[in-house]
């Protein structure tokens, strides 16, 4: 099998995703995850959008400093958005979905950093690449591809 491991040469993937995220994807999708990873946890080459462990360090402060007028807190309730927009729910339960990624609290929002095996995940999975050369996309990880590093 054309692994992800072997394709890319490195056997773990890292991602940085916030707790309504992950409860969303258990709740409305069966537990599959989204997820823009890289192949490094803290890739200096990277900007700080594409940097896990900068993503990680920046959320956990916002989250306990309560800042809610910190701009990663609109970028991440849009994009939560976009994602409940482009799905196949229905459109009372994406009304509702939004409003209530709207109205998240900040605890909500608290950072989970994440290890993603890439040895059993094949090639072809790849959704989209990033913007840098170490930056991927997969639309359909599950639970046992996972490992919780930090939270």
Same mark, same amino acid.
């Given at each position: 099998?054309? /692994?992800?491991?072997?394709?890319?040469?490195?056997?773990?993937?890292?991602? #940085?995703? #916030?707790?309504?995220?992950?409860?969303?994807?258990?709740?409305?999708?069966?537990?599959?995850?989204?997820?823009?990873?890289?192949? !490094?946890?803290?890739? @200096?080459?990277?900007?700080?959008?594409?940097?896990?462990?900068?993503?990680? !360090?920046? %959320?956990?402060?916002?989250?306990? /400093? +309560?800042?809610?007028?910190?701009?990663? @807190?609109?970028? *991440?309730?849009?994009?939560? #958005? +976009?994602?409940?927009?482009?799905?196949?729910?229905?459109?009372?339960?994406?009304?509702?979905? &939004?409003? !209530?990624?709207?109205?998240?609290?900040?605890?909500? %929002?608290?950072?989970? *950093?994440?290890?993603?095996?890439?040895?059993? &995940?094949?090639?072809?999975?790849?959704?989209?690449?990033?913007?840098?050369? +170490? !930056?991927?996309?997969?639309?359909?990880?599950?639970?046992?591809?996972?490992?919780? &590093?930090?939270?």
């Amino acid at each position: 099998m054309s /692994t992800l491991a072997k394709h890319l040469n490195q056997p773990y993937g890292y991602s #940085c995703q #916030c707790w309504l995220a992950v409860d969303i994807a258990n709740r409305f999708f069966n537990y599959t995850y989204r997820a823009w990873f890289s192949t !490094e946890l803290n890739p @200096v080459g990277n900007g700080f959008s594409s940097n896990p462990l900068v993503i990680f !360090e920046d %959320l956990d402060k916002v989250v306990k /400093t +309560n800042d809610f007028n910190h701009g990663r @807190v609109d970028q *991440l309730k849009t994009r939560l #958005c +976009n994602w409940v927009l482009g799905s196949s729910l229905s459109p009372v339960r994406t009304a509702n979905l &939004i409003s !209530e990624i709207m109205s998240a609290p900040m605890p909500a %929002l608290r950072p989970q *950093l994440w290890k993603i095996d890439l040895s059993n &995940i094949h090639v072809s999975r790849i959704v989209n690449l990033g913007q840098f050369y +170490n !930056e991927y996309q997969l639309r359909d990880l599950v639970r046992q591809e996972i490992e919780v &590093i930090a939270q």
